[in-house]
């Protein structure tokens, strides 16, 4: 449960990273967007392979 809120979470992020670049005002907003993007990769890629981890050991149930 706490994996699949975590990657509702970190495509939650890539959507507001997304957002923030297309009206971003100034360097900084970029910076902090950029910033945002590459840290939902992150979670998104490490919540993926738990994911992956837990459907090999049979822990994995489909809600």
Avoid: P
């Avoid at 979470?9 to 959507?15: G, P, S």
């Avoid at 993926?48 to 822990?59: A, F, L, P, V, Y």
């Amino acid at each position: 449960r706490n994996i699949v809120i975590t990657l509702d979470l970190a495509e939650k992020m890539l959507q507001i990273a997304q957002q923030g670049e297309s009206d971003q005002e100034d360097t900084g907003c970029g910076i902090l967007y950029g910033v945002l993007r590459d840290a939902a990769f992150k979670i998104k890629g490490l919540a993926d392979k738990e994911k992956q981890s837990h459907i090999r050991k049979g822990w994995w149930k489909e809600d």
